[in-house]
């Protein structure tokens, strides 16, 4: 069993950490399940653990994904009527008897005696940098989804938010039937979201003998831990969607999901492939966040020859808030029905939101017909080419939001703000110009070629521009269609470079230009790790403003305090401290920086650490405690300090 304390359970987290959290009142009692929503703040009640397994977590290369299991046909087993239901409490026994999803040994030699208890481990994929360990938390009751409310989805939304800094990234397994609603609310819902968030299901159970959920699950899983793309995603059919441009297309094909506006963001096939160009990043220096508040008071109209009056009048009557109306073709209506017209012009000037949506499964409303044009002069909003499921979450995540005036309410649900809509007005990249032409010059021409062009030059020179300190250039290789974002044979990004080297300029530009603080390169450093190196203190604070936080096993920066406090730092100290690390974790023998620090006679850093410590009988392996490691180093001062006879 886990750990459990009286008011709730602790869950020993893949990096060492322990993360508690208050009584399993809505979970099962699933053996490796993280309960949801916690009451009590997971930052407030952190532990550090001191024994990992037999593997140090820095030895390795691994991902933590979090899976939230909401339900739909992909869990679903054989009951003893040979009947296909939803069972509670079996899908994470029956995926530890799975070698292809769940790698015992390697548990074992991982987790030691806890395995049978442990998160769930991938096995290695060839390929892939990291090895993704996982844990579900499986929703009570599991969920046909198409009983889902907007409650499930802020729901879903606050559990990621509870967790979001102890995961790579996050899978969501959830029924077919609502998914695209799903994907679409939560893509609004998580704000300055800096992570993969993807939400799959099957059409065939899990556990079948032919079955589409092991691939859809296994390959989400993948991409979660070791892609940062920070967007709601979809994964389905060997596609990866953005999550609000879904729909449903297919009740019973296994292709069942399409994206009819926006191309897919990647494949699987042999390998994985992405195109970084088509991710959208925040471009904002803001913190995750999320906003749960959703309105209810929206619904979708689809009008048809001969709609009535009545139709009309009936749905557009308070206290409906917010309308997506399904218009036909490039988003006409019968111009030669002043009754309807009449009925959108109260509702409009009554305050309702107005939202013109074409009926059509490909393409986007237009103002090129007088039977559209009738529409925008009474006050009705371009919807561009947002799919419905899109149009509505979005209506629904405006309008709750308190603190936005009806005008921008408005001005927003006409933005393009998580890449839902492609506005005519949009800027347009000037794609790859810059490597074809080198790619002329050498004689290349296959997508290939010009792709992997791309990926060697672009953050070769993007390096060279940060290095120079200049932002043009740094504009111009955007232009030519650098991904800002993209990464070098060492996995390292512009971003690392710019920390490194102090040029807090550019890490500004580059965060406002969407790049990610949580790309780890080859040796698992962040951003963050280059700031802390470099003592960089204004960067430390930019990157933890933008939600960048530390990575890695506790005990090695128990190790990394250690080193700091032995030969006097206190800017390193400090630089740990503004990034958010507790600087009473111990190294892997037990000693804290306290102890390094009194036994090299440093006494600013004691004076610095001791209101740190609420326990100075805290002991090393060998049992020894700061004021030991100070008696036995003769460091009078030191002894006096940690005694309390000199007033700290
Ligand atoms: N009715 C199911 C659901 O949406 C269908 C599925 O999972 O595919 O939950």
Redesign the pocket.
């Known amino acids: 069993m886990l750990p459990s304390t009286t008011n709730g359970t602790v869950v020993t987290e893949p990096s060492g950490i322990q993360i508690k959290f208050a009584s399993q009142s809505s979970m099962t009692s699933l053996d490796n399940a993280i309960p949801a929503s916690p009451t009590k703040s997971i930052s407030s009640s952190l532990k550090r653990n001191t024994s990992d397994g037999n593997l140090m977590t820095t030895e390795i290369k691994e991902a933590r994904v979090r899976v939230i299991y909401t339900?739909?046909?992909?869990g679903?087993m054989r009951n003893e009527r040979n009947v296909l239901a939803p069972i509670p409490n079996a899908l994470v026994k029956r995926i530890r008897k799975y070698p292809n999803m769940h790698d015992q040994e390697y548990a074992e030699k991982r987790f030691g005696n806890a395995a049978s208890m442990a998160p769930l481990v991938l096995p290695h994929v060839q390929g892939e940098l990291r090895r993704v360990i996982y844990q579900i938390t499986e929703y009570v009751p599991i969920?046909?989804?198409?009983?889902?409310t907007m409650q499930d989805w802020a729901r879903i939304a606050k559990d990621i938010h509870q967790s979001y800094e102890f995961f790579d990234g996050f899978v969501v397994l959830?029924?077919?039937?609502?998914?695209s609603y799903t994907a679409s609310a939560l893509s609004f819902m998580l704000e300055n979201l800096g992570k993969t968030v993807i939400i799959t299901?099957?059409?065939i159970p899990i556990f079948e003998t032919r079955t589409d959920g092991k691939d859809n699950f296994t390959s989400a899983l993948i991409i979660a831990g070791n892609y940062v793309l920070p967007e709601v995603c979809v994964f389905f059919g060997n596609k990866l969607f953005r999550g609000n441009r879904t729909v449903k297309i297919s009740s019973n094909a296994l292709d069942?999901f399409e994206s009819p506006n926006s191309p897919p963001l990647g494949r699987i096939g042999v390998s994985v492939d992405i195109d970084y160009r088509l991710i959208f990043r925040p471009c904002s220096v803001s913190r995750f966040t999320v906003h749960s508040e959703l309105d209810e008071n929206v619904g979708i109209l689809r009008i048809f020859p001969s709609i009535s009056r009545s139709t009309f009048q009936a749905f557009l009557s308070p206290p409906l808030k917010g309308v997506v109306l399904q218009s036909f073709g490039s988003g006409n209506v019968p111009s030669n029905r002043q009754d309807i017209l009449d009925e959108l012009k109260i509702a409009a000037d009554r305050g309702v939101i107005i939202i013109n949506c074409t009926q059509c499964a490909k393409g986007s409303v237009a103002e090129i017909y007088d039977t559209g044009k009738v529409l925008f002069d009474l006050g009705v909003l371009p919807g561009f080419d947002m799919t419905p499921e899109a149009a509505l979450t979005k209506l629904s995540y405006v309008l709750g939001k308190a603190e936005w005036s009806l005008e921008e309410k408005k001005q927003m649900m006409q933005s393009n703000l998580r890449g839902e809509l492609t506005s005519a007005s949009g800027p347009k990249m000037e794609e790859f110009d810059l490597v074809d032409a080198v790619a002329r010059s050498l004689h290349l021409s296959s997508p290939q070629d010009l792709g992997q062009l791309g990926a060697t030059l672009f953050p070769a020179m993007l390096n060279s521009a940060v290095i120079a300190g200049d932002i043009p250039k740094i504009n111009n290789l955007k232009s030519y269609g650098a991904d800002l974002s993209g990464t070098n044979q060492d996995h390292r990004t512009a971003l690392h470079l710019a920390c490194h080297e102090g040029k807090i300029g550019i890490v500004n530009h580059l965060l406002l230009n969407g790049v990610s603080v949580h790309i780890r390169d080859r040796y698992d450093r962040t951003p963050l790790h280059e700031a802390i190196t470099t003592d960089n203190h204004e960067i430390i604070q930019l990157l933890i403003n933008c939600g960048a936080h530390l990575t890695g096993s506790s005990r090695g920066i128990g190790e990394q305090l250690c080193a700091a406090a032995a030969r006097g730092s206190m800017k390193r100290l400090k630089s740990y401290q503004l990034a958010g690390a507790d600087l009473t974790q111990p190294d892997p023998s037990g000693r804290t920086a306290l102890h390094l620090a009194a036994l090299h006679g440093h006494e600013d850093i004691v004076r610095f650490l001791l209101p740190f410590h609420e326990n100075l009988e805290e002991t090393d392996l060998l049992g020894h405690t700061a004021l030991d490691y100070a008696t036995r180093a003769e460091q009078n001062n030191i002894v006096k300090i940690l005694n309390g006879d000199i007033l700290n």
């Open positions: 339900g739909g046909t992909i679903m969920l046909d989804s198409s009983n889902m959830h029924g077919t039937d609502t998914l299901g099957s059409q069942a």
